[in-house]
């Protein structure tokens, strides 16, 4: 067994990890970057559709085009990479946290560090989650899979594909099939509006006269040793209207029906987690309720663009390095969602610092307005043209912002759209 010591360890290296770690860096602390597969860059290694780097590099790129750039910004730091490595466990019970990771590689490792930066990124909700009735036949992948096998290995996994979600995945897939011949029947969502951004509906489904159904439920998958069909029934006004149900043939189904941020290493270290996001609940700096464990991009709530893990993760890493230096909030206070807010990241704010928040509304409308209340008071008031859930919204808070809180009891941020 291998023993090293580092002032803060990353566990995951995509897009956030090295964002984090970098900040690291550049405050002159050791750091080390744990990664389960063979090279860094996540998820966006196997994205080779562009749309990526419009914030983060004012450019169009792929998904290996942006993880390169970021990759590249490690070259000549001394932060140490960890590939085709796994974290199996994580003790941080007290001020030196221990991970101990098996790989390949590097054989067994015990890392000792002050502070862990939580990066593992997101997992997609699979067959098992959303309990379509029917048998178990083959076809049936989530759409990160079937996105793997078609851009990494090399594998059509059928020829006529339905689609069950309209996630964003499932929207780029979508057209990533029929660019390879496939015929995609239809994209099919249980809400009455899509769970993806609003270009990959034009770009992915408009643009090749795929159907969308939406308020559509998918109550039944057809077939026992392949699929060969899926049946899909209307909701109206949240009742199935099974006397208009119809069946489309198909050989392969692909589901993208959300993600869930991987927190099995957070839950074993004791960190508590957002029923909401399924991520960990952090105040100001990003800090999880232990002291020591910061957590950024998808592994804390899902993002829509990589740009923003990116912006948030390089907050992580300094919070974190700040932290280790001995920096500590002057005053936080609870941030919570009001009305037609699902949730809000973090949970709480600094009243003498800049902030920023994330959130996901409830509601899709045009000419909404975002209100932040202390105690039942508007202290700031922002119109914006249009909202929808797939989409996040950015909130900044300055100190101006907040100065009510420092003369209210027991004061409440709140954050409300109407």
């Given at each position: 067994m291998k023993d090293l010591f580092f002032d803060a360890v990353v566990i995951g290296g995509g897009a956030a990890g090295m964002a984090a770690a970098l900040e690291l860096d550049a405050a002159g602390l050791s750091c080390a970057v744990i990664e389960r597969e063979e090279q860094l860059g996540g998820i966006l290694t196997q994205c080779i559709h562009n749309g990526f780097g419009l914030i983060e590099f004012n450019e169009e790129l792929s998904g290996p085009e942006f993880a390169e750039r970021i990759e590249e910004k490690l070259q000549g730091t001394n932060i140490r990479s960890f590939t085709s490595t796994t974290v199996m466990e994580l003790d941080a019970g007290s001020e030196n946290k221990v991970l101990f990771c098996y790989s390949a590689l590097w054989g067994v490792l015990r890392l000792s560090c002050n502070a862990i930066v939580l990066a593992m990124?997101?997992?997609?909700?699979?067959?098992?989650?959303?309990?379509?009735?029917?048998?178990?036949?083959?076809?049936?992948?989530?759409?990160?899979?079937?996105?793997?096998?078609?851009?990494i290995e090399g594998y059509v996994p059928g020829k006529d594909i339905v689609i069950i979600g309209s996630g964003d995945i499932g929207l780029i897939m979508a057209r990533r099939m029929s660019w390879v011949g496939c015929k995609v029947h239809a994209v099919v969502e249980i809400l009455p509006y899509p769970s993806g951004l609003t270009r990959n509906i034009v770009q992915c489904l408009n643009d090749f006269d795929i159907p969308l159904y939406l308020s559509h439920l998918t109550t039944n998958i057809i077939g026992r040793d392949r699929v060969e069909g899926v049946e899909i029934t209307p909701l109206e006004n949240g009742a199935l209207m099974s006397d208009k149900a119809f069946t489309i043939p198909c050989d392969t189904i692909l589901l993208s029906v959300g993600l869930v941020p991987e927190n099995e290493l957070s839950r074993m270290a004791g960190v508590e987690l957002n029923p909401m996001t399924n991520g960990p609940l952090v105040d100001s700096m990003l800090m999880t309720n232990v002291p020591?464990?910061?957590?950024?991009g998808n592994v804390l709530h899902v993002h829509d663009l990589v740009d923003y893990v990116v912006e948030e993760s390089r907050r992580a890493g300094k919070y974190a390095a700040q932290w280790l230096k001995g920096r500590r909030p002057v005053r936080e206070v609870r941030v919570k969602a009001g009305a037609n807010v699902r949730y809000l990241a973090p949970v709480r704010v600094d009243v003498q610092a800049d902030n920023k928040l994330y959130m996901r509304t409830l509601i899709v409308k045009n000419d909404a307005v975002l209100e932040v209340r202390v105690n039942n008071r508007v202290v700031k008031s922002i119109r914006k043209n249009h909202i929808q859930p797939s989409e996040m919204i950015q909130l900044q808070l300055s100190p101006k912002d907040l100065e009510s809180v420092l003369s209210a009891p027991d004061p409440v941020v709140e954050v409300s759209i109407n």
């Open positions: 990124g997101c997992r997609e909700r699979n067959r098992g989650n959303i309990r379509i009735p029917g048998d178990r036949p083959a076809g049936v992948y989530t759409a990160g899979l079937a996105q793997r096998l078609v851009n020591g464990i910061f957590a950024c």
